[in-house]
């Protein structure tokens, strides 16, 4: 079975003297639980693997139980360690206050009992980590799955993970374009919208989030201000509750909405987005043309590169902490900025043989950046770079 690399993160921390909660939050379908079963195959100490999926939100004792049973565990086995993980922690009510409350009781009574908690929902493990357990816990994002993922678990080619993208579940469907849409429509979009936003925060027009979401996959890639959207959506709003709405899909891993590079933090802030997914196969669903189509056309093709590099960045700056902006100055216009710390990388991204572009040569006389990237058949072509580990670009 194929191994993501964070699977080796993990089993390194559980063995550290250090004992910190492991949290591990990312999108639906990115192998959180798949993750945890692997780690229980390869720990030489006792455990308890359970999930509340199926409990209801206000069994407020159901934590403490499933904690009182792997101490009994412990206990029984006489192991100086025992591991507690817990799958969809996020369904239950107040679950973080009950988790430092258990915590708290084992570091008190020097209890070494090492916790795993999952979670399907960023939104509500977000909330709950910042209310009640500062400082006594590690995050570990799991992303969408990168081309090179893909292709070791799938044999995925980077034509089929531009247009397919990075969801495991619906790799064996790709061969019937009709039921992979459906999946991806049934278990990842509408289960998302449905579990991770509508029922965990208040949303007043869901309609119009559904709607929103759906326009930022047809425009993606372009540059659209939340004005032009407005005249796009069958849903009356404004541009407050679209930035909102934005910002939701954006912590669920589904959209989000690129500022504009000036130097000026005030000048980016109140810029026109440039909408980008973070997993190509939720633009492929809306698309008019399958997959054979978007091969054979280059020009099709070659937005589709830009979006999958741009879903590669994107998935990448959540867990390596830069910035992503685009660029555009009158005629002149770069895809993606990265920006850590006070250094500037701009990236152009081309199909063809190309071996100039303009808007990197005047973004270079601008702002003097530390890296100018061409990404094209005569420099680096977008099948390579979708194989790098960016942060590397940053190193000297």
């Not at 049973?69 to 369904?91: G, H, N, T």
């Not at 070494?112 to 929902?121: A, F, R, T, W």
């Not at 999946?183 to 979009?189: E, F, L, P, Q, W």
């Not at 710390?341 to 702002?367: C, D, P, S």
Request: glycine letters at 6%; one cysteine or more.
């Amino acid at each position: 079975m194929f191994e993501r690399k964070y699977l080796s993160v993990l089993e390194e921390r559980i063995k550290e003297k250090k004992n910190l909660i492991q949290v591990i939050t990312g999108p639906r379908q990115s192998g959180k639980t798949t993750l945890a079963s692997q780690l229980t195959e390869k720990i030489t100490i006792g455990f308890n693997f359970v999930s509340a999926d199926a409990i209801p939100s206000s069994s407020l004792g159901w934590i403490e139980q499933q904690w009182e049973v792997a101490r009994i565990k412990m206990k029984s086995s006489d192991s100086k360690s025992f591991l507690l993980i817990i799958d969809e922690i996020q369904k239950i009510h107040n679950w973080s206050e009950q988790v430092k409350k258990e915590w708290d009781k084992d570091r008190k009574n020097k209890i070494d009992l090492k916790i795993i908690l999952l979670g399907s929902s960023t939104l509500l493990i977000d909330k709950g980590l910042s209310e009640s357990l500062t400082g006594r816990f590690e995050l570990i994002k799991l992303p969408h799955w990168s081309l090179s993922e893909m292709y070791e678990a799938f044999g995925f080619a980077p034509e089929q993970f531009v247009y397919f993208g990075g969801y495991p579940g619906a790799a064996d469907f790709i061969n019937d374009e009709k039921r992979w849409s459906d999946y991806i429509h049934n278990s990842i979009i509408d289960t998302t919208i449905s579990k991770d936003i509508l029922q965990l925060t208040t949303i007043q027009k869901p309609a119009l989030l559904k709607n929103l979401f759906e326009l930022a996959c047809i425009y993606n890639g372009q540059i659209l201000s939340y004005t032009k959207i407005l005249g796009q959506l069958t849903d009356a709003g404004n541009t407050t509750t679209l930035t909102h709405y934005q910002d939701l899909l954006n912590q669920v891993w589904f959209i989000s909405g690129l500022q504009k590079f000036s130097g000026s933090k005030i000048k980016t802030k109140s810029s026109s987005p440039k909408w980008l997914a973070y997993n190509t196969s939720l633009l492929s669903v809306y698309a008019k043309e399958n997959f054979i189509e978007t091969t054979k056309d280059p020009e099709i093709l070659g937005r589709r590169v830009e979006q999958a590099v741009g879903s590669h960045l994107l998935n990448l700056s959540r867990l390596q902490n830069f910035r992503i902006n685009y660029w555009r100055d009158g005629n002149f216009e770069v895809d993606f900025i990265l920006q850590k710390n006070k250094k500037v990388i701009a990236i152009e991204v081309k199909t063809g043989r190309i071996k100039f572009h303009t808007g990197l040569e005047e973004f270079r006389k601008k702002y003097k950046p530390f890296k100018t990237i061409l990404i094209s058949d005569d420099a680096l072509s977008w099948k390579e770079f979708l194989k790098l580990n960016v942060i590397e670009l940053f190193d000297e």
